[in-house]
């Protein structure tokens, strides 16, 4: 069973660092790319970044470009989304999703870790 | 970046009913468009992707069609596990975009 599980979310305030974790059990983690999609409170969905499975290619959406690092360790079947410089609007439930052969779209999701941001 | 726009945002149904959501695309986004269900507190689950493919496991009442910028999601006879929030997903180009939902409520 694919499971996918988000850790260290929680309370920072603005300008703070946060870093998240995904562990991924129930499938060859290598060969699946994986996204960090968040959702806003009563928001909709919004991707936020992507990483191939061997780490090659990453991308970032606009917001959060040159703030965020998205990486993951195939030796540890997770993947890891570094937050710096955060904003108010940066407040949201943050998932992660795999890749559904690395097509862009996502076929299973952890069950997300909030992150608040608020002085 | 492609904007994608459901309607309608809110959509009051009884179980039985046939129930029909509209996706549209700023631009063309060919057939590369998924459907998720999300439950309030819950993570989002994949129903349909490629337009009209169903997800393994998805029940089939749950059908999609479409193509390039208008898209709908059908349900064929609402059934109760099915009042949720509905989103559609473009990718075909990045970044990803999403539907602002559609709820559908008793």
């Known amino acids: 069973e694919v499971q996918l599980v988000e850790s260290g979310g929680g309370l920072v305030k603005p300008g703070g660092s946060l870093r998240l974790s995904c562990a991924a059990s129930?499938?060859?983690?290598?060969?699946?790319?994986m996204n960090w999609v968040r959702q806003a409170p009563g928001k909709a969905l919004e991707w936020v970044s992507y990483?191939?499975?061997?780490?090659?290619?990453?991308y970032y959406a606009d917001s959060v470009r040159g703030r965020f690092s998205i990486s993951r360790d195939n030796a540890k079947n997770s993947v890891y989304l570094q937050m710096n410089s955060l904003r108010a609007e940066d407040t949201a439930v943050y998932y992660c999703?795999?890749?559904?052969?690395?097509?862009?779209?996502?076929?299973?999701w952890g069950q997300g870790t909030l992150v608040t941001v608020s002085s | 970046d492609i904007q994608m726009t459901q309607s309608p945002s809110t959509l009051s149904a009884s179980v039985g009913d046939r129930v029909t959501i509209t996706c549209r695309a700023s631009?063309?986004?060919?057939?590369?468009l998924a459907w998720y269900q999300q439950k309030p507190g819950k993570a989002p689950k994949l129903l349909i992707y490629?337009?009209?493919s169903l997800k393994s496991g998805v029940p089939s009442r749950f059908s999609g069609s479409g193509s390039g910028t208008e898209f709908t999601l059908t349900i064929s006879s609402l059934q109760p596990d099915d009042f949720a929030t509905y989103y559609c997903?473009?990718?075909?180009?990045?970044?990803?975009?999403f539907g602002q939902g559609t709820k559908v409520e008793v």
């Open positions: 631009q063309s986004v060919s057939t590369w």
């Open positions: 490629k337009t009209s």
């Open positions: 999703a795999r890749d559904a052969s690395d097509n862009g779209f996502f076929d299973y």
């Open positions: 129930g499938f060859t983690f290598t060969s699946y790319s």
């Open positions: 997903q473009q990718f075909n180009n990045r970044p990803w975009t």
């Open positions: 990483i191939t499975s061997g780490s090659t290619y990453r």
